[in-house]
């Protein structure tokens, strides 16, 4: 874990969690790699556009400029729209942000979609894979911050300064000092 603050990009497509750390580049391609094209964060839905997406740094502020691909992209619970006349609408990004790539304007969140987390000030760090299948209840703790759901929603994200938790259903993952209790 680095203790300086990144713009990060978490995703977690088909059980697997990956970050990429933005402030590496200007500009970040999203979609699904093909011979023609091979974008910088490859999702590999076929629920995904090749050329879905992208996040793109000015004058460092962050922003996500949607390609208005077949499935969508859900940012924040609404769907991404194309502007007047499909014209490419860009959204300036804030830390906690989420987007579901390929799940449909009502943001499914299945094993064919991806999910994704624009922290501003994130951490790099590794990530821990609990297995909560079957789980109703559940019982985040980070120090003294303890946070209990009863039956929480899919891409429900508990965060704190020294922990985040990201539960997806089957799998919960937590970075930093989160642990997590279920029933």
Not at 11 to 31: F, P, R, T
Not at 99 to 124: H, L, P, S
Request: proline share 2%; net charge neutral; hydrophobic share 35%.
């Amino acid at each position: 874990m680095s203790g300086k603050g990144n713009s990060i990009l978490t995703v977690i497509e088909n059980g697997q969690i990956c970050s990429y750390i933005l402030d590496d580049k200007v500009s970040w391609n999203v979609g699904r790699p093909a011979k023609d094209n091979n974008p910088d964060i490859k999702l590999h839905s076929a629920t995904v556009s090749r050329k879905h997406g992208k996040f793109q740094n000015m004058d460092g502020v962050w922003f996500y400029l949607d390609g208005n691909g077949k499935n969508g992209t859900v940012y924040n619970n609404k769907h991404i729209s194309a502007g007047i006349n499909g014209r490419i609408k860009p959204i300036m990004l804030n830390d906690g942000d989420v987007f579901i790539f390929g799940g449909g304007e009502e943001a499914v969140i299945n094993y064919k979609t991806i999910w994704a987390m624009f922290e501003a000030n994130g951490r790099d760090e590794r990530w821990r894979v609990v297995d909560t299948k079957g789980m109703s209840s559940l019982s985040f703790s980070c120090g003294d911050d303890i946070v209990k759901y009863e039956c929480p929603a899919k891409g429900t994200v508990v965060k704190n300064n020294n922990g985040t938790a990201i539960y997806m259903g089957d799998l919960t993952y937590l970075s930093g000092d989160m642990s997590i209790i279920g029933k």
